[in-house]
């Protein structure tokens, strides 16, 4: 079965610092991985896919197949970085949602 | 195009009691998730219709249950209401046959009592 790992529960760190949000994955099949993010009181939303390789905001994110890891990386935070991460590898039909990243940016 | 709309946005139920939850899909997309999402657990899928059928099931009791109409609308239902199903319930469409970026809808908030 598809798995996904978040380690971390609450990452903190000050603004303009680098953010790592971690996700491992176990896939059976060519993965295709997404970061969705939730702002407090806004829906959850797609922040980026690895097939399209694109920078959202700052993040990006790199699919390594040796490491079974999607980590999610941003080079300086910003407080309206705060918010809830989840990694999301496809399952059937379905997104498989990780435990999810509480990412705290303090001024 | 309007996104995902549920509704209602709050609810207070009983124990024992049952709940319908409605998910309006954004025009076009014929697929429609359900999850759940708590604070223990986190995000958990519940299942998805695709052209009126149930494609996909997560690990739920058959306490939940849900259905999609011709006009892509679902709704999903719980009976017998327990305290552990206070949750948030998110509703997704998606607009192609097979797998693509899910669209959510902001929820709805069901509290047990």
């Known amino acids: 079965a598809q798995r996904v790992t978040q380690p971390e529960k609450l990452l903190s760190v000050f603004k303009g610092a680098p953010v790592e949000l971690k996700c491992n994955y176990s896939?059976?099949?060519?993965?295709?991985l997404f970061w969705y993010v939730q702002y407090s009181r806004q829906r959850l939303q797609l922040l980026l896919r690895?097939?399209s390789r694109e920078s959202i905001k700052g993040f990006t994110a790199d699919l390594n197949k040796g490491e079974t890891s999607f980590h999610l990386k941003k080079p300086f935070a910003q407080e309206e970085d705060s918010a809830m991460y989840y990694c999301?590898?496809?399952?059937?039909?379905?997104?498989?949602f990780g435990k999810g990243t509480k990412l705290s940016v303090k001024p | 195009k309007a996104g995902v709309t549920q509704t209602p946005r709050y609810l207070i139920k009983t124990r024992g009691q049952q709940v319908t939850l409605s998910c309006s899909p954004i025009?076009?997309?014929?697929?429609v998730s359900w999850y759940q999402q708590t604070p223990g657990q986190g995000l958990q899928f519940l299942f998805e219709?695709?052209?009126?059928?149930?494609?996909n099931k997560g690990n739920f009791p058959g306490r939940f249950s849900g259905r999609q109409f011709s006009n892509s609308r679902s709704e999903m239902n719980v009976s017998t209401l327990e305290l552990g199903d206070s949750a948030l319930y998110l509703c997704?469409?998606?607009?192609?046959?097979?797998?693509?970026?899910?669209?959510f809808g902001p929820g709805t908030r069901l509290t047990v009592l």
């Open positions: 999301a590898p496809p399952g059937q039909g379905n997104l498989i």
């Open positions: 896939y059976s099949g060519s993965p295709e």
């Open positions: 690895h097939i």
């Open positions: 025009s076009g997309h014929r697929s």
């Open positions: 219709y695709f052209s009126e059928t149930q494609r």
């Open positions: 997704a469409s998606n607009p192609q046959e097979s797998y693509n970026e899910q669209f």
